[in-house]
């Protein structure tokens, strides 16, 4: 995608209001829960598997997990987190506790009290481990990818400028489109052009819609960066001895590999899987790659004591 092709797409961003005119065009289904209109697909036959995207990308991030997931015989479950995608941009705090109030609601609504495994990449880490918190029972396994929430992320100076009241709001309203925008594709490291363009023109797709960019920068403040509060999310997977397999790249410049320390240090039961020169998005990136780790994990028996 060259220049010209970009700043299109940059000048796309918050351009209509999502309707519900909007919404029947699309894939997919929709479901009015209590937090807000939710975008989902629902697959597959089997266990059920849950898929939390992140910060900003919203559910087709999943893209090659989720058909993979459904062909290996699981009822593969992903949405678009308030703020992102086609679900609605709520007009409240974005913290980990709305979060996973929308992920349990929207469990409940599908799968009434049943068990599932559930992912989560990057923040969407923190709205798993949370989830888990306030839920507890509700998970059979957890998958982190790449999460966010250690308490020892060096932030960045960028994100740190976002943080300030006002100043924040000014900066995020001018610059943080096209920051997002750019962000979202640099990490895909193997994928071909085709499909790097494939993953901008979905992300300026979702992002067209007034009210992105607050909810992002709700959510920088009051869920990646409040780690302290993010911690007690993984203490808790940790004291519910929640079955827990991580996968990290080395070359991750968004979650920087050095946090799967802490994460091990807190977790001390989760399986720790490094990838080589992978970045912050290999589930997308390199989706034959993460499956084939994640699938005997998933297919493995749980140990009780009898």
Same mark, same amino acid.
């Given at each position: 995608?060259?220049? +010209?092709?970009?700043?299109?797409?940059?000048?796309?961003?918050?351009?209509?209001?999502?309707?519900?005119?909007?919404?029947?065009?699309?894939?997919?289904?929709?479901?009015?829960?209590?937090?807000?209109?939710?975008?989902?697909?629902?697959?597959?036959?089997?266990?059920?598997?849950?898929?939390?995207?992140?910060?900003?990308?919203?559910?087709?991030?999943?893209?090659?997990?989720?058909?993979?997931?459904?062909?290996?015989?699981?009822?593969?479950?992903?949405?678009?987190?308030?703020?992102?995608?086609?679900?609605?941009?709520?007009?409240?705090?974005?913290?980990?506790?709305?979060? +996973?109030?929308?992920?349990?609601?929207?469990?409940?609504?599908?799968?009434?009290? %049943?068990?599932?495994?559930?992912?989560?990449?990057?923040?969407?880490?923190?709205? +798993?481990?949370?989830?888990?918190?306030?839920?507890?029972?509700?998970? %059979?396994?957890?998958?982190?990818?790449?999460?966010?929430?250690?308490?020892?992320?060096?932030?960045?100076?960028?994100?740190?400028?976002?943080?300030?009241?006002?100043?924040?709001?000014?900066?995020?309203?001018?610059?943080?489109?096209?920051?997002?925008?750019?962000?979202?594709?640099? %990490?895909?490291?193997?994928?071909?052009? %085709?499909?790097?363009?494939?993953?901008?023109?979905?992300?300026?797709?979702?992002?067209?819609?007034?009210?992105?960019?607050?909810?992002?920068?709700?959510?920088?403040?009051?869920?990646?960066?409040?780690?302290?509060?993010?911690?007690?999310?993984?203490?808790?997977?940790?004291?519910?001895?929640?079955?827990?397999?991580?996968?990290?790249?080395?070359?991750?410049?968004?979650?920087?590999?050095?946090?799967?320390?802490?994460?091990?240090?807190?977790?001390?039961?989760?399986?720790?899987?490094?990838?080589?020169?992978?970045?912050?998005?290999?589930?997308?990136?390199?989706?034959?790659?993460?499956?084939?780790?994640?699938?005997?994990?998933?297919?493995?028996?749980?140990?009780?004591?009898?």
């Amino acid at each position: 995608m060259d220049k +010209a092709q970009l700043n299109r797409l940059v000048r796309q961003i918050e351009t209509l209001e999502l309707t519900d005119a909007q919404r029947q065009k699309a894939s997919g289904s929709f479901i009015n829960l209590e937090t807000g209109n939710t975008h989902y697909e629902l697959k597959g036959q089997g266990k059920r598997v849950v898929l939390v995207h992140g910060y900003a990308t919203p559910y087709y991030i999943y893209d090659k997990v989720f058909e993979s997931l459904v062909n290996a015989g699981f009822k593969v479950l992903r949405y678009d987190l308030l703020g992102r995608g086609l679900s609605e941009r709520a007009k409240a705090k974005y913290t980990p506790e709305l979060f +996973a109030k929308q992920l349990n609601e929207l469990t409940q609504a599908l799968f009434g009290s %049943e068990k599932f495994i559930l992912f989560g990449t990057s923040m969407g880490g923190i709205i +798993a481990s949370t989830f888990c918190r306030l839920y507890p029972g509700r998970v %059979e396994k957890l998958v982190l990818l790449a999460p966010a929430g250690m308490d020892t992320y060096k932030t960045p100076f960028y994100t740190k400028i976002c943080k300030i009241p006002v100043l924040g709001d000014i900066i995020f309203s001018t610059v943080g489109g096209k920051i997002l925008l750019i962000k979202s594709a640099s %990490e895909l490291k193997y994928s071909s052009q %085709e499909v790097k363009d494939y993953y901008l023109n979905s992300f300026a797709y979702s992002a067209k819609y007034k009210g992105f960019l607050r909810c992002t920068l709700s959510s920088m403040r009051n869920t990646i960066l409040k780690t302290a509060h993010a911690m007690k999310g993984y203490e808790s997977v940790a004291n519910q001895h929640i079955p827990t397999l991580c996968i990290w790249g080395t070359d991750d410049k968004t979650m920087p590999y050095y946090q799967h320390e802490r994460l091990q240090e807190v977790c001390p039961q989760a399986v720790i899987h490094t990838f080589k020169g992978s970045g912050h998005i290999f589930l997308f990136d390199e989706g034959e790659r993460t499956v084939s780790v994640v699938l005997p994990f998933l297919l493995k028996e749980i140990k009780t004591n009898d």
